[in-house]
């Protein structure tokens, strides 16, 4: 069935939102005060489902998508609106969640900013995974990526990828890392590290990245921000946030780069991750920019007791377990910064924290053009 509706709102994923009959339509890509034709394609018990026929009437704020692959692919939600759009959409979504004031931090590289990608490979076909239907959306080419990455994706979507799973491709200032997961033993490519299944074969073990004086290395598994800019906003907020004192944990630490961006404001820290090949690093890191109060440990975030003056936490997307959110309550921490890829998880973590409150909040465009939002916000320890 066929509607002409008013997008009255927008969503934090790229949906324009109207109404009928009072029930919620979710409308993918449309924007607000546009008038669309739309078709129902789903028709749950709370909300629908529509999808544009027709636009009548356009918002100037609507923009020709620079990528042929925008329907298919799914990785990108934003890319039928001007990036300051994408923007405020972001922020009124993020005033709605925590009913705080934020401060949004600016990055540049809207396109061609990812250092990383991994790609799956079907039946020889090199693409992404529609992260909806796990359809491949065969590619040679991505605008997030940084083009040295999208140089190497077209040369390999030339050759004999049979056997081949999954080919990860880093760009590290200017060497190309490949780690390819599959049935085989080799392949023949020019690049400046090759792995195969996470095994090494040639050039450099690890890549060196050189970011404000500091030197990261890294590992094929190893955790890295995929976005220069956008890292460096985060760590620098975290650091405004979180002063100094004598001492401070980094737990989900990585390759410990935010150890080491805090070092000269502490006399101790320790970075604690999971992660074997990221606690490799951030010790090979240590030594490579002579630092020497902090210690790296490889272990579970829950298992953490000791008392630490202030506490950054930066877990993956699904945010902090029970026991973590019990020993941060507890910890009796001045400054908890908390770090989130994941906005929702996020909220749920804050409001389960009764001994501190949020302060302070700021987020910034790791991932422009995704649904994708990166958050730095300060915890206060409260005085009852
Ligand atoms: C978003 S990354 C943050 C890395 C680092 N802060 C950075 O900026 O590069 C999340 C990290 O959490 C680690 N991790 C995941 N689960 C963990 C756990 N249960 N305990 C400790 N670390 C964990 C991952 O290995 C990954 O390095």
């Known amino acids: 069935m066929k509607y002409i509706v008013e997008i009255i709102d927008e969503d934090n994923i790229g949906n324009g939102i109207a109404k009928i009959d009072n029930k919620v339509i979710f409308i993918k890509n449309a924007l ?27 918002s100037n704020k609507r923009v020709n998508p620079i990528c042929k692959y925008y329907e298919s692919c799914g990785g990108c939600n934003f ?64 605008n997030l990526l940084s083009p040295k990455i999208n140089l190497k994706i077209s040369e390999l979507s030339k050759m004999n990828l049979n056997n081949i799973n999954e080919i990860m491709i880093r760009e590290i200032d200017n060497n190309i890392m490949i780690n390819i997961l599959g049935n085989i033993d080799n392949f023949n490519i020019d690049c400046d590290s090759l792995y195969i299944n996470n095994k090494y074969i040639k050039g450099n073990e690890y890549l060196i990245d050189n970011i404000n004086n500091f030197k990261f290395s890294i590992y094929p598994e190893s955790f890295f921000q995929v976005n220069k800019e956008g890292m460096i906003n985060i760590y620098n907020k975290a650091k405004l946030y979180i002063n100094n004192g004598n001492s401070l944990l980094d737990l989900y630490c990585g390759t410990g780069t935010i150890s080491l961006w805090m070092n000269e404001c502490f006399k101790k820290i320790v970075g604690i991750d999971i992660n074997e090949s990221s606690i490799k690093n951030a010790n090979i890191n240590k030594k490579l920019n002579n630092i020497k109060n902090v210690e790296f440990i490889c272990d579970d975030a829950k298992n953490i007791k000791e008392r630490f003056d202030s506490i950054i936490v930066d877990p993956p997307r699904s945010g902090l377990s029970k026991k973590v959110i ?50 730095v916000c300060l915890l206060e320890l409260l005085t009852h």
């Open 32 to 58: 607000k005060n546009e008038k669309i034709e739309i078709e129902i394609i789903k028709n749950n018990k709370n909300y629908m489902v529509g999808k544009i026929i027709n636009i009548i009437e356009k």
């Open 79 to 142: 890319l039928h609106t001007t990036f300051e759009n994408e923007i405020n959409i972001k922020t009124k979504y993020l005033e709605r969640l925590f009913n705080h004031e934020i401060e949004y931090m600016h990055v540049n590289n809207e396109l061609n900013y990812r250092n990383k990608v991994v790609l799956h490979v079907i039946k020889g076909k090199l693409g992404y995974f529609n992260d909806k239907t796990h359809e491949i959306c065969i590619i040679n080419h991505c």
């Open 326 to 375: 019990d020993y941060l309550d507890n910890s009796k921490s001045n400054k908890i910064v908390y770090i989130s890829c994941n906005p929702n998880t996020l909220k749920r973590d804050i409001d389960l924290l009764n001994n501190y409150k949020l302060t302070k909040l700021s987020f910034t465009s790791m991932f422009p053009r995704t649904k994708h939002i990166e958050c």
